[in-house]
């Protein structure tokens, strides 16, 4: 028979320190070479869940045995629980490589090919689901309990912050605190200004802000800017010192209850009311209550001028070729001096006397 191996481990530390998978790696082929059977093919999975499908080298190796002419007959794996931790998936993914004449084997949950040994297949996926769902409970607690105390759980920081050990013992080494990223708080600190203040005179919104920092050189880790990293970093709260756990379930992809949120208290980056000026302007420049030409147009005033004649907006109009730049009233412009007999007004007098305020 030829089989494919495939090993999988669930985290990317798991991974790094390189013992499980090459265990798994060793013990497959040993099984292999006493029953014969020819290795074809190997999948390595390091740090992905078996509870969901999103494993891109477990996509792969389904793909390749679904194919016309596949490769191999039977994929050999070290326990059910590596394939799949979900009963049902796992009954939907074995029926369909059954389809494709197949196998799912383990070398040490072996099984009869009748219906004994698929009712038997199907218990020890149960039990792995069981056993899955009662460990993340006990981590989720156990890490819950570890954000009371102030300690950081995961692995990548907020931008703006770092991961540093403490003095304190956990499960798995020292326990850890956010801690000031001195580089990254400076851009932090320098996307709110120009949020609140602009640059040169000029109001920036967050495609400004973008532009502005990519043009600098300023990389978000080594990447460029984008607006909606820009509008998340404007709108989290931990840049006042409120670290959120457990805010959002990520397997169901939706925000939890607020009262399952944990503040975790962190070093402020920002001035509390500097931030809640900036979630005020981030409200009133909502694309729900102002059109977005309004936000990011080069025209300083746009949309804050009334006529004083007659109460319309007052828009750019131009003389001259555009030499000259003036606020016009609107009605003045679409229905004539019957209606409205204001003056324009030079722009860049207008704009003088409000920036000099």
């Known amino acids: 028979m030829i089989v494919a191996l495939y090993a999988r481990v669930s985290t990317s530390k798991q991974a790094e320190k390189d013992l499980s998978i090459p265990d798994q790696i060793r013990q497959m082929k040993e099984w292999c070479k006493a029953r014969e059977y020819i290795v074809a093919m190997e999948y390595v999975e390091p740090g992905a869940s078996a509870t969901d499908d999103r494993r891109p080298v477990f996509q792969q190796m389904i793909s390749d045995a679904c194919e016309k002419q596949h490769p191999f007959d039977a994929i050999i794996i070290h326990s059910l629980s590596r394939f799949f931790r979900d009963a049902i998936e796992f009954g939907l993914y074995e029926r369909r490589l059954k389809k494709h004449g197949v196998v799912i084997i383990s070398i040490t949950q072996e099984t009869s090919d009748n219906p004994a040994g698929d009712m038997a297949r199907r218990i020890f996926s149960v039990f792995d689901e069981y056993q899955s769902k009662e460990n993340s409970k006990h981590t989720l607690r156990a890490m819950m309990e570890n954000a009371r105390q102030g300690f950081y759980n995961g692995s990548r920081p907020p931008y703006g912050y770092r991961v540093g050990e403490t003095n304190e013992r956990g499960n798995k080494g020292k326990k850890k605190r956010l801690e000031i990223d001195p580089a990254e708080a400076a ?28 043009n600098c050189g300023i990389t978000m880790r080594g990447k460029k800017w984008k607006m909606n990293v820009i509008n998340r970093i404007l709108g989290n709260r931990v840049y006042i010192g409120e670290f959120i756990f457990n805010k959002r379930d990520n ?107």
Request: hydrophobic residues 35%.
């Open 187 to 214: 851009n932090i600190r320098r996307i709110f200004d120009l949020y609140m203040n602009g640059y040169k005179g000029k109001s920036l919104g967050m495609m400004g802000i973008e532009r502005h920092l990519n």
């Open 251 to 357: 397997k169901a992809q939706r925000e939890k209850p607020k009262e399952d949120w944990i503040i975790v208290p962190v070093e402020p980056i920002i001035d509390r009311e500097i931030f809640e000026m900036a979630q005020q302007r981030r409200v009133s420049r909502s694309p729900k209550n102002v059109p977005p030409r309004v936000v990011n147009s080069p025209t300083l005033l746009t949309g804050l001028l009334k006529c004083g004649k007659c109460g319309a907006p007052m828009t750019l109009a131009t003389g001259k070729g555009g030499s000259y730049r003036y606020y016009k009233c609107r009605s003045r412009i679409t229905k004539g001096k019957d209606v409205c007999m204001s003056n324009n007004i030079p722009m860049e007098k207008l704009d003088s006397l409000v920036l000099d305020a």
